[in-house]
Every structure is written in structure tokens, then in C-alpha cells.
């Protein structure tokens, strides 16, 4: 079992940043874990935002959706098991649930599917 927790979310002003921090704990999580985020605004369906996958050795892949582009950065620390996310330039559109998540499998959490997912925090930005 793998668990995941998120922090740092809260309320900006538009153009603001926030910086979201999700750890990994349990006895089967190691490094070669895909690990994202993904969002879910009021009255829409859950989407990804942002994941980072082992490749080999010490390289991982980053990918992002579109909307995240120029605008938000995922980074990962594997000596503290934790994925980032700093969002930066943030908008109104951007505010939603932000929930962290992961699978050894990386096709299964870019297919929005992942084992294991984190309570979420809430992140809102006012115009």
C-alpha cells in the first residue's frame, strides 16, 4: 500500500503562485513510482495536470497538460518521497481540488487511473 498526502494549497489573487507538496509514504512506494497531480474543478470531471515517471537510473520524464505549460513546474525529491507542483500565473480557472496520485505504473496514472490517490487540497484563485 502506498499513501500519499498534499499540502499546500490555499487562496491566491490572480497572477499569484502556490507551491503543492504531495509525500509518499508505505512499504512498497520506492523511486521507480510514477507519480502527478491531476484537478477537479466544481462540476467537471477530474483532469491531469502534471506527472513525472522513472525512465531509468536516476532520469525521470516529465509531462504536462497544456494549460500547465509556461505556467506550472512538477519536481521531485526522491530522498523525502515528495512531488511538487509550483504553480505560477495562476487564474481564476485554475481553482479546483488538487489531488496527487500514483501508480507503478505509469500508463495507468497518465490514463487518469492511478492505484493510489491523495485527499486532495483545495486551491482557489480570485480574480
Known amino acids: 500500500q502506498v499513501q500519499l498526502v498534499e499540502s499546500g494549497g490555499g487562496l491566491v489573487q490572480a497572477g499569484g503562485s502556490l507551491r503543492l507538496s504531495c509525500t509518499a509514504s508505505?512499504?512498497?512506494?520506492?523511486?521507480?513510482?510514477?507519480m502527478g497531480w491531476f484537478r477537479q474543478a466544481p462540476g467537471k470531471d477530474r483532469e491531469f495536470v502534471a506527472s513525472t515517471r522513472w525512465v531509468l537510473g536516476n532520469t525521470y520524464n516529465a509531462e504536462r497538460a497544456d494549460f500547465a505549460k509556461g505556467r506550472f513546474t512538477i519536481s521531485r525529491d526522491n530522498s523525502r518521497n515528495t512531488v511538487d507542483l509550483q504553480m505560477n500565473s495562476l487564474k481564476p480557472e485554475d481553482t479546483a481540488i488538487y489531488y496527487c496520485?500514483?501508480?507503478?505504473?505509469?500508463?495507468?496514472?497518465?490514463?487518469?487511473?492511478?492505484?493510489?490517490w491523495g485527499q486532495g487540497t483545495q486551491v482557489t484563485v480570485s480574480s
Open positions: 508505505g512499504r512498497t512506494f520506492s523511486r521507480t513510482y510514477a
Open positions: 496520485a500514483a501508480d507503478l505504473d505509469s500508463s495507468r496514472l497518465q490514463a487518469g487511473v492511478p492505484g493510489y
